[in-house]
Nanobody, 115 residues
Framework: QVQLVESGGGLVQAGGSLRLSCAASGSIFRFSAMDWYRQAPGNERELVARIVSGGFTTYADSVKGRFTISRDNAKNTVYLQMNSLKPEDTGVYYC?????????WGQGTQVTVSS
């Protein structure tokens, strides 16, 4: 059973920073990709950042240059460093991971950016 647990969300002023963590049960080597999604009220869930097993990363245009996804294989954890936060970054952030054709999701962590 794969479990993903997000942490690090909170309330921050515009221009501030947060670092989200996604801790996986067991080794993250088994995941071909690990993603961060977000969902704002009334909006669809959108892909924010992805890191694949080879370390290649991709980002949504809206966060390029501000967010950085990384992984610590020794800690079985993926991070999302978020800098220069904007009110439009507000939402619930979810961690997702792909393994053997299945996707697994965390419960989400709330990020609120005040103007």
């Amino acid at each position: 059973q794969v479990q993903l647990v997000e942490s690090g969300g909170g309330l921050v002023q515009a221009g501030g920073s947060l670092r989200l963590s996604c801790a996986a049960s067991g080794s993250i080597f088994r995941f071909s990709a690990m993603d961060w999604y977000r969902q704002a009220p009334g909006n669809e869930r959108e892909l924010v950042a992805r890191i694949v097993s080879g370390g290649f990363t991709t980002y949504a245009d809206s966060v390029k240059g501000r967010f950085t996804i990384s992984r610590d294989n020794a800690k079985n954890t993926v991070y999302l460093q978020m800098n220069s936060l904007k009110p439009e970054d507000t939402g619930v952030y979810y961690c997702a991971a792909a393994a053997a054709g299945e996707w697994y999701w965390g419960q989400g962590t709330q990020v609120t950016v005040s103007s």
